[in-house]
């Protein structure tokens, strides 16, 4: 990696982390998703960075993949636990953290604990040429060590240019299948999740978060119309996820036909919120890491 790339990589690293901690600030009750998920991104975009995927905001059982709409009205209420992922970007390059936050409760301070450890004690193991499967192994160990469950089909992800997930998978539970070795230089997001359910997520309703898919089905499209406000969204979102909301007044009427009638062509994929499969309590906890020979640098 060479010393400008490295250099955005930890710019956006610490423009994401100073968004994570100001997020998790503003969370009590009677605050909206809304607000927190605007407030958020408007600290990235002020930072000079760009959005590398909406403020995503998910709540007890649901672990991962829900961003308000532009007219959401949930609000935040006393004993959530709130898992908080942000992402930003320097020209492209990634950072993607998490957080929880219980909401003016203690209940689930240990599940907290444990997937706060288990991330400490997976990035303590990377480093270039680890076997992923050991990372696997430790986030596992430490969970259970907790009494809870790791969630068996969530992992962390590599990290490239304008690529939020790369290719690698980083397991939360050990697999000795995987024999993956990062290398130096490599990026990467890992996210422990534990719960007191399943240890599996299973998708839920759609999460209002979308992705361009620019396939050959891209080319087959004959419908002039829908082609030019697929390409608009290429132009403005490129490779990256974004929101609903984020296409209020890019598209016409909100966007909502246009993004169900995109969805359905199979020009844009809608992401589904991916929910504890017994309704478990969820906790979460990300950073981003630069591999290095002898360990890995948190940029997060």
Excluded at 4 to 26: N, V
Excluded at 35 to 41: F, Q, Y
Excluded at 142 to 164: A, R, V
Aim: net charge positive; hydrophobic share 35%; glycine share 8%.
């Amino acid at each position: 990696m060479d010393d400008s790339i490295y250099e955005k990589y930890k710019q956006a690293g610490k423009i994401a982390a100073s968004a994570r901690d100001y997020g998790a600030g503003l969370i009590r009750p009677g605050v909206s998703f809304l607000e927190v998920a605007n407030l958020v991104e408007s600290m990235i975009l002020k930072e000079k960075a760009g959005l590398a995927f909406p403020v995503n905001i998910s709540i007890n059982e649901g672990a991962a993949h829900y961003s308000p709409r532009h007219d959401d009205n949930l609000v935040f209420k006393k004993g959530n636990v709130v898992k908080l992922d942000i992402g930003a970007h320097i020209d492209g390059y990634i950072a993607d953290t998490a957080i929880t936050v219980e909401v003016e409760t203690n209940k689930y301070s240990n599940m907290i604990k444990a997937s706060n450890d288990a991330l400490d004690n997976a990035i303590g193991l990377v480093k270039a040429g680890v076997n992923l499967s050991e990372v696997g192994k430790i986030v596992e160990d430490t969970i259970k060590s907790y009494g809870y469950k790791p969630i068996n089909n969530l992992s962390g992800h590599s990290l490239e240019q304008y690529e939020l997930h790369s290719g690698t998978s980083i397991p939360n539970v050990s697999n000795t299948h995987n024999k993956t070795r990062p290398k130096e230089g490599d990026v990467l997001a890992i996210e422990p999740f534990a719960t007191n359910g399943e240890g599996h997520v299973v998708s839920g309703k759609g999460s209002n978060i979308y992705l361009c898919d620019k396939s050959f089905r891209s080319k087959l499209i004959r419908d002039n119309k829908s082609k030019n406000l697929f390409n608009k969204l290429i132009v403005k979102f490129k490779t990256l996820p974004f929101a609903q909301r984020w296409c209020k007044d890019l598209l016409p009427n909100n966007g909502d036909l246009v993004l169900k009638k995109l969805s359905f062509l199979g020009l844009i994929k809608h992401y589904p919120q991916l929910i504890e499969a017994k309704g478990g309590t969820v906790t979460q906890k990300e950073h981003t890491v630069i591999v290095k020979e002898d360990g890995c640098e948190i940029t997060t």
